[in-house]
């Protein structure tokens, strides 16, 4: 189905094309004079031709920068097959073109520009040729950014992109579920109603007088964004409507088949802003016989308390993880949890099984265990970069670092200079951080007194065994087996410096007890960070969620075993948490 030519590298053809570009930098001048208005009257050296390609082949503009698995796979479940943009000429060519933009502003500006294929696009768009960019593709067609710039984008619509102002009280890079104000004119989003569409950006676009004739929905976070537009056959979406589950494939549809009668009702006012996350965690390894499994500790011990001593073994990950995406998780997390000693890259089954899910399943996927730098039997030497670019193409939208990340931080406060060398500054670099989680594993050391340990100390809501009033919490590499010398207190707040862009907070002690969330260890972290914090281990009920939702600035919640043994349901939590009035995503 799909053609099998390799997308477009930005290493090829820059000298084969034919067709020289001007400057990128005069197209952007000649629309500053008619801001807002697409200039129908552009006078290119490229030329459009009428295409008589079939209605069911979309051109993909991939630029080689990072996951545009995912589009694929929702394309192919639309029943599309793709034809991925070789040069400039294809996308003039093209019937209908989406351009998932992925990674930094910068770098993918510098590529269109380098290619040709920045002055393709704004032809093609200048044209009205039916076009969808994502993300970043929605960010590259205003006048420029402030990520790492100022730098010049296409300059098609007037503005300029700029970061969230997290001294608003608001948590960046903006992750998760959230709520548009759609406006009239916006066919594409029909379906979309009141439903949550999922975002993940630390860059908006503000609504402006200039752009206003542009905008078709705008959406609240801190402050109101551009959400998404369109003019005629042009539009572009801040959201991944990729990841947004059935709402973002209806947007999909729309777009690829505009005559699509409206199918059904949109759903009445339910989203107003950034839901909460439910999560459903999938802690895999091999077992004794070799296969693949979901598996659950108690306190981070897999093994059955029988004679045998074998892995729990809960279900296969790719049948699961579907099952939780119809169930309504909000994302899903797979955790190789023996990556610390294994290299992800010889564990094949693990890629595999983040190349089926991402088929099927239309939510964020995180992938961890194993990050790190890495030299082979044979003595090749593997980046953790190399490693998290395996990941990313399988199917990952978000890498997550346990162990590699504490020795970072480690570092990090041993020397206070970021070298930019670890796994994590060197994947948010490229990936962005929005694109990073840190996983932490963290075990409470009671003490007597706050003086007792250089760490951060709590006053527990709970005391100790012996009666200790307070406690800190000792961070561990390798699973839990390793404590090392430094608290979550101080990791957090060294890793989100370092670059990451949300934190996985687990518990050892809380781990698989279903005896509720460590709210003290919850708090204390979502209270020091400016990034997301998911709070994880111990969930046992509903109410356990909304307790940890009400009582710190937790983000998501993450829980594995009552799910896998389907004591509670996804839906049962959900409910529970509308009832007390905590926004989720339905
Ligand atoms: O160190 O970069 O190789 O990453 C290894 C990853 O594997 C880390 O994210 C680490 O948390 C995870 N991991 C390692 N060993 C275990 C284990 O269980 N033996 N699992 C493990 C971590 C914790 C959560 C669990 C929640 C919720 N498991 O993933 O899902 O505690 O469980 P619950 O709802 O049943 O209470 P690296």
Redesign the pocket.
């Known amino acids: 189905m799909e053609a099998t030519a390799a997308p477009f590298s930005p290493t090829q053809n820059l000298s084969s094309s034919s067709i020289r570009a001007s400057s990128p930098t005069s197209l952007f001048l000649s629309r500053k004079k008619n801001p807002g208005k697409v200039n129908l009257k552009f006078k290119s050296r490229l030329s459009v031709r009428a295409s008589s390609t079939s209605d069911s082949v979309v051109t993909l503009l991939d630029y080689g920068a990072g996951n545009v698995r995912s589009i694929r796979n929702a394309l192919r479940h639309l029943g599309f097959s793709i034809k991925d943009v070789q040069t400039p000429g294809d996308i003039l060519n093209a019937d209908r073109l989406i351009f998932p933009g992925v990674g930094a502003f910068a770098p993918a500006m510098d590529v269109l520009n380098k290619t040709g294929m920045a002055e393709a696009l704004c032809t093609y768009i200048d044209n009205d040729r039916p076009f969808l960019g994502i993300c970043l593709g929605l960010q590259l067609l205003f006048e420029s950014s402030e990520e790492n710039g100022p730098v010049k984008g296409l300059g098609v619509i007037p503005g300029t992109v700029g970061r969230f102002d997290s001294s608003a009280g608001i948590r960046v890079p903006h992750i998760g579920w959230n709520a548009l104000q759609v406006g009239n004119d916006s066919e594409i989003l029909e379906d979309v109603g009141n439903r949550h569409l999922y975002f993940v950006h630390s860059y908006r676009a503000i609504p402006s007088s200039e752009n206003k004739e542009w905008i078709s929905s705008t959406c609240n976070y801190g402050e109101s964004f551009i959400s998404s537009i369109r003019r005629g056959n042009v539009h572009a979406v801040q959201f991944h409507p990729e990841k947004s589950g059935e709402t973002g494939l209806s947007v999909l549809r729309r777009f690829l088949d505009p005559k699509l009668p409206a199918t059904q009702k949109p759903m009445e006012g339910k989203a107003s802003k950034l839901a909460k996350r439910v999560i459903a965690?999938?802690?895999v390894?091999s077992n004794d016989k070799g296969d693949l499994v979901v598996?659950?500790?108690d306190?981070?011990?897999?093994r059955e308390q029988s004679n045998e001593n074998e892995v729990r073994n809960l279900g296969k990950p790719v049948d699961l993880a579907g099952q939780y995406y119809k169930d309504g998780a909000d994302e899903i997390?797979f955790?190789?949890?023996?990556?610390?000693?294994d290299f992800?890259l010889g564990d094949l089954p693990m890629i595999q099984v983040l190349r089926y899910t991402s088929e099927n399943v239309f939510v964020p996927l995180t992938v961890?265990?194993?990050?790190?730098d890495f030299t082979d039997a044979s003595g090749r030497y593997y980046s953790s970069l190399e490693v998290a670019a395996e990941y990313f193409r399988s199917g990952a939208d978000k890498i997550?670092?346990?162990?590699?990340?504490?020795y970072a931080a480690e570092e990090f406060i041993k020397s206070g200079v970021k070298t930019g060398k670890s796994s994590l500054e060197q994947i948010s670099r490229v990936y962005g951080n929005q694109a990073v989680v840190v996983?932490?594993?963290p075990r409470r050391v009671y003490v007597n007194h706050p003086d007792d340990v250089p760490y951060k100390v709590i006053r527990l809501t709970n005391p100790g065994p012996n009666g200790e009033e307070y406690a800190w919490y000792q961070c561990t590499?390798?699973?839990?087996?390793e404590g090392r010398p430094i608290g979550a207190y101080e990791l957090a707040k060294a890793v989100e410096e370092l670059g990451a862009g949300e934190i996985?907070l687990?518990?050892?002690d809380?781990?698989?007890?279903?005896k509720g969330f460590d709210i003290d260890l919850v708090k204390l972290i979502s209270d020091s960070v400016g990034i997301p914090v998911i709070a994880?281990?111990?969930?046992?009920t509903p109410q356990h969620f909304s307790e940890v939702f009400d009582t710190t600035n937790a983000s998501a919640a993450?829980?594995?075993?009552?799910?896998?043994r389907k004591e509670v349901l996804i839906q049962s939590v959900k409910e529970h948490l509308l009832e007390k009035g905590i926004e989720v995503r339905i």
């Open positions: 965690c999938l802690d390894r598996t659950k500790g306190q981070y011990d897999v997390s955790l190789n949890i023996t990556g610390f000693r992800p961890g265990g194993g990050i790190r997550s670092i346990g162990s590699d990340a504490v996983s932490i594993d590499v390798s699973g839990g087996r996985l687990n518990c050892i809380c781990d698989g007890q279903g994880s281990s111990g969930a046992g993450l829980a594995a075993g009552i799910f896998h």
